[in-house]
């Protein structure tokens, strides 16, 4: 009689065992899906940012080329040199572009997604501190270079006191952005660790 007891309670904490099991399982999957679908958004939202800036540097491509030689006496070789920039910045955003398709995130190896995440921040630093940054410092001296040549007195004053304007804002979008997709990054990197405990 009392191993009857003993083997019906067994049985009972077996399937209450199962059910709990089945119940994690799903949960699981569940607390997966929301994490990928998480990541996919955050790497759609990098993605985008690279197809914005790419639709803004074919803009500003004809400006340079057609315009901005005729403009206050701003010089061919420095239109030159800021079309290459941004061809280089077309191809930069292609490759991240690439590198954060969204259906990676959703249905990739998490490794896979990893490595390119940590590519891409690796990339951005790099993009950051050897191409961006110089190509600001050496553009802003050859522009002023450039008008100190053909404007004098307020003119020049004026043309001065734009560009210091305009790098002041640039830079401050610039360090926001830079902030920005380095926080996501480490957001992504941060989920996929969580997956993979």
Not at 45 to 55: G, L, P, V
Not at 67 to 75: A, E, F, Y
Not at 106 to 114: P, V
Not at 159 to 169: D, K, P, R, V, W
Request: net charge positive; hydrophobic share 45%; with cysteine.
């Amino acid at each position: 009689m009392m191993n009857n007891i003993e083997s019906r309670e067994l049985q009972e904490m077996k399937e209450q065992l199962a059910i709990l099991t089945q119940k994690l399982e799903k949960e699981a999957i569940v607390n997966e899906r929301l994490i990928r679908q998480s990541m996919k958004d955050k790497a759609s939202s990098i993605s985008r940012k690279a197809i914005t800036e790419s639709i803004v540097t074919l803009i500003m491509l004809p400006f340079y080329i057609w315009v901005m030689p005729g403009l206050v006496g701003v010089s061919v070789g420095l239109c030159c040199y800021a079309c290459f920039f941004m061809v280089a910045v077309l191809i930069y955003n292609y490759y991240i572009h690439n590198l954060f398709r969204p259906e990676k995130f959703i249905n990739g190896n998490l490794l896979e997604a990893r490595k390119d995440t940590l590519t891409a921040k690796k990339l951005y630093n790099k993009w950051i501190m050897y191409i961006g940054i110089p190509f600001c410092i050496v553009f802003i001296g050859w522009f002023t270079h450039d008008i100190s040549q053909v404007l004098r007195g307020e003119m020049l004053q004026r043309a001065l006191t734009g560009l210091i304007i305009g790098c002041t804002i640039g830079g401050i979008i610039g360090i926001f952005i830079y902030k920005k997709a380095q926080r996501t990054m480490n957001e992504i990197l941060e989920q996929i660790k969580e997956m993979q405990i």
